[in-house]
């Protein structure tokens, strides 16, 4: 009797959902923006799943002349591009250099400005941070003020008042999405039809990379998408993606990847329906993030470009100190980093080297 | 309504209405037919070449049986948990991630990129299945010993699960440059079936063979029904709790070297994200209890690979994906609301007033 009943009832919603999906697709077919306007400042980078860690703290002995540095970061473990992050702060920030610096990661705001409080209090010269959530931070930034503790951002702004912090380096997720469509457009393709596979709708590095390219598709008559899916940062969901579009025999020549995972899923796709991809072949590839691996694709040609998402800040921030320290001003607050787009065509092994994440 | 309907016609109907099986087997004809319609090519398949020169089955349906597998093994081990414990696993994602990385971590030595096996990947297979029997067990332990709710006890493994994954091989992302890795997600060379078709159908064979000679699914669906009785019968219930358990963790290693071997590398932070999801929608739509008790496995197999196809499906006519998960939701709705106990009461009194109508009519 009730798997009776299931079974009609579980149909009919079958059925249901999808002509109601059938019709929502044609109707919306190049319209992709609509939820991303509304949504505030979102994780830069892959979706964060990992749990928090606890907050690690290291020597707290003053000595000497070290700048004493609070480092809150979020946890290593939510991607490639954290775990380089947290390196590449962790290399410059030594003794060595003149440092004295404690860390603490979290993927919690509340446990973040728990951390940064604890790191006041301590009495450290400059706190570096790269918040969880952009909001919220507004008291301890003021307490940092009241001590005398400057605060410059990283890798993700907060909202508050820029009087508040130093300096903010960031990366600007809309010009990674144009460098990456103007290496597009200078390949002169006769017509570009496109396989747009997009992050996490909502994030920002989604909303810059599929910016530029959206733009550039209502602009010119040649080019066009031929699917437009989110494979949420993806492998697996991207080869899906692209499976579908080969099984329904759909002519397309760019693959354009908002990440270098769905790059990969994507090309796996090609790759069991012998579609040759890479540099001067039928379909172009183009990732982000340059993850080693992806770079070392370019360097064998299978894939054409990969434009990067620089996590490599610890620079920046040092030239911001010692400018702070010397007395000067930062004018221009918000740093915006220099990021490249790699051609597979001019890449060399040292690119893969120094920017391999 | 419609189903007392189809009860006057006559017998063989009835029964056919009634065994479990008619559930996903409807959903699949109706998906198939609403293909059919829409577009008669989804159901071309070809044999073309692949990069590798070999030649390879491909399609749409194709591509369902191939992306459907890791679903179909994991409604194999879910159905047990479900039957046995009334309750389901959700931290199976997670776990593919641990298995998933355990696998390149021991086929990798650790290393960031390689172009050889550092260990044959038969071992790193049984490693990772050890490793997921014992975070199954640990599960299994939490349900069966301490009767903690095993939503409630295997959420500790889906939120920490993916830092385990990471921890494992130090936060680095493992790549596998070996040709022959990539066989258990791709193509055997020279045999045009996708091989995760395969091992899933080795799994299903097993499993069958598992459930017909062995006592183990009698002892799951009694321990289902009822703890206590099947207790005062001589069956150990927290022996077999534990099991299923351990059940769903081969299969999670099984389900993970796919994963891995699909794109020769994993992201710990998105691999087989939401896929807990999926199997427990499999077990639903294959018309078993989520309460535990009385399961069909086939059902749930079968169930495994309509997901797959609307999935596909949805694909296919371009949907956007994201909205995905909100059709399955509406069927995980539709389910649970009408295996609850206050629906089935009425739609129970309302059979039964139906039939008294008719008889007094006749």
């Known amino acids: ?357 | 309504m419609g189903k007392t309907k189809t009860e006057k016609s006559g017998f063989s109907f009835s029964a056919i209405l009634r065994n479990q099986l008619f559930i996903p087997i409807a959903a699949l004809l109706l998906l198939a037919l609403f293909n059919l319609i829409m577009d008669p090519s989804f159901y071309a398949i070809r044999l073309g070449e692949n990069a590798d020169g070999f030649k390879v089955l491909s399609g749409n349906l194709i591509s369902i049986l191939d992306m459907g597998s890791e679903l179909a093994i994991l409604a194999i081990g879910m159905t047990l948990v479900t039957a046995a414990t009334g309750g389901q696993d959700i931290s199976v994602g997670a776990t593919i991630a641990i298995a998933g990385s355990v696998i390149l971590r021991v086929v990798c030595g650790g290393e960031q990129s390689v172009t050889e096996y550092k260990a044959p990947i038969i071992v790193a297979l049984i490693i990772a299945i050890v490793v997921s029997m014992i975070f199954g067990a640990f599960n299994g332990m939490l349900v069966a010993i301490f009767n903690i709710q095993p939503m409630v006890a295997t959420l500790i493994l889906f939120t920490a699960g993916r830092s385990i994954a990471a921890w494992i091989n130090n936060n680095t992302l493992p790549v596998v440059n070996v040709k022959s890795f990539g066989v258990f997600g791709n193509y055997i060379p020279g045999f045009p079936i996708p091989t995760p078709f395969i091992i899933a159908m080795i799994c299903v064979l097993l499993i069958f063979l598992v459930l017909r000679f062995t006592t183990i699914g009698l002892y799951t669906q009694a321990v289902g029904i009822n703890e206590n009785s099947s207790r005062l019968n001589g069956i150990n219930p927290i022996f077999i709790k534990f099991l299923t358990f351990v059940i769903l963790g081969i299969c999670v290693a099984v389900a993970a070297l796919i994963k891995v071997s699909r794109i020769s590398t994993i992201n710990y932070s998105v691999v087989a994200k939401d896929i807990e999801m999926d199997a427990i929608l499999a077990v639903a739509l294959g018309g078993n209890a989520l309460s535990g008790g009385k399961f069909n496995m086939t059902a749930s197999i079968i169930g495994a690979y309509v997901i797959q196809f609307l999935t596909t499906t949805l694909y296919k006519f371009k949907v956007q994906s994201d909205a995905l998960p909100a059709y399955k939701a509406v069927v995980v709705i539709l389910l649970v609301v009408l295996s609850a106990p206050v629906v089935r009461e009425k739609l129970t009194q309302l059979g039964a007033k139906m039939k008294a109508n008719k008889k007094e009519v006749s």
Request: net charge negative; proline share 1%.
């Open chain 1, 1 to 357: 009797m009730k798997k009776k009943f299931l079974g009609v009832a579980l149909s009919v919603a079958m059925v249901a959902s999808l002509l109601a999906g059938c019709g929502s697709s044609s109707d919306d077919s190049a319209a992709t923006e609509a939820p991303a306007t509304d949504a505030t400042e979102a994780p830069a980078a892959d979706g964060a799943d990992a749990t928090d860690a606890p907050a690690a703290d290291e020597g707290n002995a003053a000595s000497g002349d070290l700048i004493k540095v609070g480092i809150i970061n979020n946890d290593p473990n939510e991607s490639g591009y954290r775990t380089a992050n947290v390196e590449d702060l962790k290399a410059k920030f030594t003794e060595a250099n003149g440092y004295q610096a404690s860390f603490a990661y979290s993927l919690k705001n509340e446990e973040q400005i728990a951390s940064a409080q604890k790191m006041i209090q301590d009495g450290v010269d400059y706190l570096l941070l790269s918040a969880a959530d952009t909001s919220g931070w507004d008291g301890v930034l003021k307490d940092a003020k009241d001590n005398g503790t400057k605060v410059i951002l990283f890798d993700r702004t907060i909202d508050a008042d820029e009087s508040l912090y130093e300096a903010s380096i960031v990366s600007d997720m809309n010009k990674e999405g144009e460098t990456a469509v103007n290496w597009l457009a200078d390949q002169k393709l006769d017509e570009y039809k496109i396989i747009h596979i997009q992050g996490v709708m909502g994030s920002a590095a989604q909303k810059g990379r599929s910016k530029a390219l959206d733009d550039k598709v209502a602009a010119e008559s040649t080019w066009s998408i031929v699917a437009q899916q989110t494979a949420e940062w993806n492998a697996d969901k991207a080869q899906q993606i692209v499976q579908s579009v080969i099984d329904s025999k759909e002519k397309f020549n760019v693959i354009y990847a908002e990440n270098d995972d769905m790059a990969k899923g994507a090309v796996a796709a090609l790759d069991k329906a012998n579609i040759s991809h890479g540099v001067g072949k039928d379909v172009i590839v183009m990732g982000y993030d340059c993850n080693k691996w992806a770079l070392e694709e370019l360097l064998n040609q299978n894939w054409n470009y990969d434009g990067q998402c620089n996590p490599f800040q610890a620079q920046y921030i040092d030239e911001v100190i010692k400018k702070l320290e010397a007395g000067e001003t930062i004018e221009e607050k918000t740093i915006v980093m220099d990021e490249k787009g790699f051609d597979a065509t001019t890449i060399t092994q040292d690119d893969v080297d120094t920017y391999g994440i």
